[in-house]
């Protein structure tokens, strides 16, 4: 793999703007910059500002009782960690991430861990108002023994430098719907479900408990500040401008500044504590869309759709759950707000498909 770092640079300049549109072609690899040492204190930024509770990801004690050598890191800060890294190569210039497909998390991250990333560029598309346009790449985090930790497939949407361009080679990649039980599992070690203390983890209902076709209001809602996405976003070294810049996003689309759509997913994911709080680990994305844009002072709400049930081959510790969760905005969840009419509910901001595992 070989460093891409904007290919239009001037010959006298140090710095970059970033890769654009036209500079993507079919089968880019991009090493990306910089390794990132995963520590303790991440974990705490993490925790203040999303305040999720599940029991594994929080405390020594009860992982190291079921079978963890000590609590690992929340699944959704290994997957922003490595989404930041792309960033710079990747969506600098971007308008939107749009969605994501066919994540797994492959092995468990510890604090001490350091995670380092690259991307291959799979299918790109211009948008018919030729200024824009839909870039598909299949990233990856390692660890520092070479260990997958984590792999996804992510399409944004990337402005053009030059409208007048000549488009890439256009190819839209033919994605699963959903991961295959079969490929579940590999970050999550065996589990000595006599030792997990449901007391503690906050929820006495296990993998039996939850049926298909099941709907959880999460009930909480969470205000965002404006401070608050700063914080968790440069946390995860993510660059891109529509998070931070004003002056120039004072004058796009919105006149403000736009929440990183990870943002969301992980205040979805730790409101859903209330109702999957044994629900201790993602198992892989099967897809998600942003589906609306959220600004400081929303209030996010969520629930969930219990969408498949399944055991996994060769353990019989846990159980997999398949969850439809959707965040709002400014609307309580009571009423499971999805769709209307031939689109989407105007409140709703996210729809994520996932896996998760909970003991059986």
């Known amino acids: 793999m070989v460093p891409h770092l904007g290919r239009h640079r001037g010959e006298m300049s140090k710095t970059s703007s970033g890769n654009f549109f036209e500079d993507f072609r079919i089968g880019d690899v991009m090493r990306h910059a910089t390794p990132r040492t995963v520590t303790v204190g991440d974990v705490a930024i993490y925790n203040a500002v999303y305040g999720p509770r599940f029991a594994v990801q929080s405390a020594d004690t009860f992982a190291a009782a079921i079978g963890y050598p000590r609590a690992p890191i929340d699944d959704l800060l290994v997957f922003h960690i490595v989404f930041g890294k792309t960033v710079p190569d990747i969506s600098l210039n971007a308008v939107a991430n749009l969605g994501y497909a066919n994540c797994r998390f492959l092995s468990p991250v510890y604090p001490g861990d350091t995670l380092t990333a690259s991307s291959e560029v799979i299918g790109l598309k211009e948008n018919s108002n030729r200024k824009t346009g839909i870039?598909?790449?299949?990233?990856?985090?390692?660890?520092?023994?070479?260990?997958?930790?984590?792999?996804?497939?992510?399409?944004?949407?990337?402005?053009?430098?030059?409208?007048?361009?000549?488009?890439?080679?256009?190819?839209?990649?033919?994605?699963?719907?959903?991961?295959?039980?079969?490929?579940?599992?590999?970050?999550?070690?065996?589990?000595?479900?006599?030792?997990?203390?449901?007391?503690?983890?906050?929820?006495?209902?296990?993998?039996?408990?939850?049926?298909?076709?099941?709907?959880?209001?999460?009930?909480?809602?969470?205000?965002?500040?404006?401070?608050?996405?700063?914080?968790?976003?440069?946390?995860?070294?993510?660059?891109?401008?529509?998070?931070?810049?004003?002056?120039?996003?004072?004058?796009?689309?919105?006149?403000?500044?736009?929440?990183?759509?990870?943002?969301?997913?992980?205040?979805?994911?730790?409101?859903?504590?209330?109702?999957?709080?044994?629900?201790?680990?993602?198992?892989?994305?099967?897809?998600?869309?942003?589906?609306?844009?959220?600004?400081?002072?929303?209030?996010v709400f969520a629930w969930s759709e219990i969408l498949a049930k399944t055991d996994l081959p060769r353990r019989k510790d846990v159980g997999a759950l398949r969850v439809r969760t959707v965040a709002t905005k400014n609307q309580p969840c009571d009423g499971f707000p999805l769709k209307a009419g031939e689109g989407d509910d105007p409140a709703v901001i996210l729809d994520l498909d996932y896996w998760v595992l909970m003991p059986r």
């Not at 053009?160 to 839209?172: G, L, M, T, W, Y």
């Not at 298909?212 to 205000?223: A, P, Q, R």
């Open 135 to 299: 870039v598909f790449v299949r990233s990856a985090g390692y660890k520092q023994d070479g260990t997958l930790a984590l792999e996804y497939v992510r399409w944004v949407m990337v402005r053009k430098r030059d409208e007048s361009a000549n488009a890439p080679q256009e190819h839209v990649p033919r994605l699963p719907t959903a991961m295959d039980a079969n490929v579940l599992g590999d970050a999550c070690p065996p589990i000595a479900t006599d030792a997990y203390d449901y007391s503690l983890a906050g929820s006495d209902y296990a993998f039996g408990d939850y049926n298909v076709g099941e709907k959880i209001d999460h009930v909480d809602g969470m205000t965002v500040e404006e401070a608050e996405h700063q914080i968790a976003t440069r946390l995860y070294q993510n660059t891109a401008r529509v998070h931070f810049n004003l002056f120039t996003e004072s004058k796009a689309r919105f006149g403000r500044r736009l929440i990183y759509g990870g943002h969301v997913i992980s205040l979805a994911r730790a409101l859903s504590f209330n109702g999957l709080a044994n629900a201790f680990h993602i198992a892989a994305i099967n897809g998600g869309r942003h589906v609306a844009p959220l600004f400081a002072g929303d209030t």
